[in-house]
Structure formats: C-alpha cells, structure tokens
C-alpha cells in the first residue's frame, strides 16, 4: 500500500514515500523546488487518460476536480502585444499569468459582471457542489 508523510521542516518540506512494493524514497525541497514539484506533477497528471467520473452529477466529464481552490492575489496588466495579463498567485505557489485576448476579455467581463449582479443568496442558490459552472462561448 502507498504511503506517504510530507511535513514542514524548519524552512524546507521533508517528503517521505513507500510504494506497494515496499520501496522508500526520502528527499528535502525547499519552497520554490516543492511548488515546481506539485506544478510539473500537475502538468505530467495531464498526459495521463482521463479519469472515469465516478459523480458525473457534479463534474463534466471533461473535467478533473480543482487542483487548487482558495482567493488568490490578482493584479492585471498588458502584455507587449495589447493583450490582457491576468497574473494570479495562490500563496505559497508561484504566480501564474494567463494572456487574454479581447474576445475571452470581454466573455470574462460580461460573465462577472452577470455573476455580481446576481444577489448573493440567489448566487448560492446556483451553486453546484460548491462552484458555479459559467457557461462557455
């Protein structure tokens, strides 16, 4: 059976794995080598079949569950091109930064601002397992 303990240790994160077979493998990363860890993990995680939706009521099946949920810090710019940055980063993750061109830009804008100016209780009230699915363009 698969075992793993991953803790904090002073100001690097100790990982600990033991595979079916008994194999052990220990190693030491920092802050930035365990979030390009998880990241290129993530990546990898993409190439892989896609899951079989065991709750296809609360999933499309095209979809994987979140791999990252919380309130990020957000700041928006221009790319050299015009383009729209969105740069995004979820502590303790490096920032990610989408490049959104005028099309997605105004879907985006005309989405929230549909979303905001729907009443909180009636936002719950459309919530589905805790996130809303925005329709797609």
Do not use: C, W
Not at 37 to 49: D, F, S, V
Not at 56 to 73: I, K, V
Not at 74 to 82: F, Q, T, V
Not at 113 to 119: F, G, K, M, N, V
């Amino acid at each position: 059976m698969l075992q793993m303990k991953i803790q904090a240790s002073g100001a690097e994160i100790d990982f600990e794995i033991e595979d079916a077979q008994g194999s052990q493998g220990r190693f030491r990363l920092g802050r930035q080598a365990t979030a390009v860890l998880i990241l290129q993990a993530y990546q990898e995680m993409g190439k892989l079949p896609p899951l079989r939706n065991l709750r296809s009521e609360l999933l499309h099946q095209d979809t994987q569950p979140p791999f990252l949920r919380g309130y990020p810090a957000m700041e928006l710019a221009i790319a050299k091109g015009g383009d729209i940055v969105l740069a995004l980063r979820l502590s303790p993750f490096p920032t990610i930064e989408y490049l959104i061109d005028d099309h997605q830009a105004s879907i985006l804008a005309s989405d929230l601002a549909e979303l905001i100016d729907t009443p909180r209780d009636q936002r719950l009230a459309l919530t589905f397992s805790g996130s809303k699915k925005v329709p797609k363009h």
